[in-house]
């Protein structure tokens, strides 16, 4: 019993293995940093790893390893993970004896995880954890997360002996016609006795089909030892899975997108009128009520309200929409807030934090970067608003173009309330329009306007030609002399 407390007392240690190129994969990008949800699968599992609050992450990096390193600090701070280098990919077994000088002579519990299973939850590993610390009242020397497969080609096989006990894994290149008809499968997570982990890895060899020392010898190693190896049977599947090819990771984009989707039917009370035809991220959020038509794509974290419609064709990532909002078909909105109560498209395009206040609306083919467009104004047809602030009430005719840049900066437009800006106004910033004012069909207005004024026409008038060099100008004077 004493030993017992002793081990769920036991501090906590998180190692994951994301040193391998992925060769399944072909890519010339690392395995652990293609993107599952618009996210690296390294930080789905980093992120699940720190949930468990462990004393430290170890990440056993290689290929691409700063790249993999930088991926896993954007998730972890900088305290709480710990690299290990391996510098050649000798398996999976070496892989763990990179973190040998830290982690050798530590007293702690080991939590193996690998960085293409992305999809494993934090509850699953504290159900792991707690059955290591707990298994036959002392605790198990290793704990082993399997599954049961109905194609389990790929993975290691839990072979058990007669009694039910484990007896050892052998992998699929490794195992014999009878082990590959196994369909309970080793899902490379465990819990080790970090002490005895470390001393059974040093008698691991590489004399198998792939030459590999693999990590997977040691429950074996262990148990020839007379310790106490745990199987801990998990019985989704799909937590488990690994990617190791592109159609695995497609098929688990479409596995986590369907939760998601279903997740927010059941729980939040979201209409989809064809859910197999929608992409929404894990991280985003949709209010009760809200209708989202066949061909809508939600990305990063977005937060959607309350009673809103998305038609078909729009895009929305990373921003944040009010409720009762219509988003029209064909839209693309990233980076952008859109307040209560407003309609957008059909495609508009907002980004580059463009704001729109409550009851605001934007039309076909319209273009928002960073503007914020004020509470009741509208901008309906064929118009670009870029680094403009536009007050209440205002109207911005079809066609209307803030011409923000000058070729070296850009320039601010500002638009006060009630103003009515004419179809084809070109506002040549930096410029402002008082509240009130008016500027007429196709104005083209380069100077300030005052409160209640109208301003028509245009003062396009040739000035100099660009081309025109200095000798050239100098040759016209002589001519024009003469
Ligand atoms: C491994 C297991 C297999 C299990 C499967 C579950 C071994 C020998 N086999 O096989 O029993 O069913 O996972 O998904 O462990 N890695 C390194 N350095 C290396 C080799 C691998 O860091 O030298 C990393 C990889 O980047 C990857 C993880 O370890 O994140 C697993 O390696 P992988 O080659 O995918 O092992 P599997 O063949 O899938
Ligand atoms: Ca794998």
């Known amino acids: 019993m004493e030993q017992r407390e002793e081990n769920v007392l036991k501090q906590l240690d998180v190692l994951i293995l994301a040193a391998g190129l992925g060769t399944r994969m072909r890519s010339n990008l690392a395995k652990v940093l293609h993107r599952l949800d618009n996210r690296p699968l390294i930080n789905h599992v980093c992120r699940t790893a720190a949930t468990l609050a462990p004393r430290k992450i170890y990440v056993v990096i290689g290929h691409q390893g700063e790249d993999v390193r930088r991926a896993v600090l954007e998730e972890l701070d900088e305290e709480h993970a710990e690299?290990?280098?391996q510098?050649?990919?000798?398996g999976t077994g070496d892989a763990v004896n990179a973190a040998r000088p830290f982690l050798e002579n530590v007293d702690s519990t080991l939590l193996v995880l690998s960085g293409d299973v992305p999809m494993i939850r934090a509850e699953t590993l504290a159900a792991l954890v707690q059955q290591h610390h707990t298994h036959r009242g002392k605790g198990a020397a290793c704990t082993i997360l399997t599954v049961k497969l109905d194609d389990p080609t790929g993975y290691g096989r839990i072979v058990r002996d007669s009694e039910g006990l484990f007896s050892k894994i052998v992998e699929q290149k490794d195992a014999s016609e009878e082990e590959k008809a196994i369909n309970e499968i080793?899902?490379?997570?465990?819990?080790?006795d970090t002490r005895k982990l470390f001393d059974a890895l040093s008698k691991v060899k590489n004399d198998n089909a792939q030459g590999e020392y693999y990590l997977t010898d040691v429950p074996h190693l262990l148990r020839e030892a007379g310790e106490d190896i745990a199987i801990y049977r998990h019985n989704d599947a799909h937590e488990i899975e690994g990617v190791n090819n592109r159609v695995q990771l497609a098929d688990m984009e479409r596995i986590l997108c369907r939760r998601t989707i279903r997740r927010m039917m059941l729980d939040y009370g979201v209409t989809f009128i064809d859910?197999?035809?929608t992409y929404v991220s894990e991280q985003a959020s949709i209010g009760r009520d809200t209708v989202i038509y066949p061909n809508v794509v939600i990305e990063g974290d977005t937060r959607i309200g309350d009673g809103c419609t998305i038609r078909s064709g729009t895009r929305i990532t990373n921003s944040k929409i009010g409720y009762a909002v219509e988003i029209l078909d064909n839209c693309v909105i990233v980076d952008a807030e859109i307040s209560n109560q407003c309609t957008v498209g059909p495609m508009a395009h907002l980004r580059g934090h463009a704001k729109m206040e409550e009851k605001s609306k934007v039309g076909n083919f319209v273009e928002l970067k960073?503007?914020?467009?004020?509470?009741g104004s509208k901008a309906s047809h064929l118009t670009y608003l870029g680094d403009a602030t536009i007050g209440e009430k205002?109207?911005?005719g079809a066609g209307t173009i803030t011409c923000n840049y000058d070729g070296k900066n850009k320039h601010a437009t500002e638009i006060g309330n009630n103003v009515r800006i004419g179809s084809d106004t070109m506002l040549v910033a930096p410029v402002?329009?008082?509240d009130g004012a008016v500027t007429g069909a196709g104005s083209v207005v380069?100077?300030?306007?005052?409160?209640?004024t109208l301003v028509y026409g245009a003062p396009a008038k040739v000035r100099k030609n660009l081309k025109e060099t200095e000798e050239e100008k100098a040759e016209s004077q002589t001519s024009n002399q003469a």
């Open 275 to 277: 859910p197999k035809n």
């Open 87 to 90: 510098k050649e990919q000798l």
């Open 432 to 434: 402002r329009v008082g």
């Open 83 to 85: 690299f290990v280098w």
């Open 186 to 192: 080793n899902s490379g997570i465990y819990c080790f």
């Open 394 to 396: 205002t109207n911005i």
């Open 370 to 375: 960073k503007t914020i467009l004020g509470r």
């Open 446 to 452: 380069t100077r300030d306007v005052p409160e209640d």
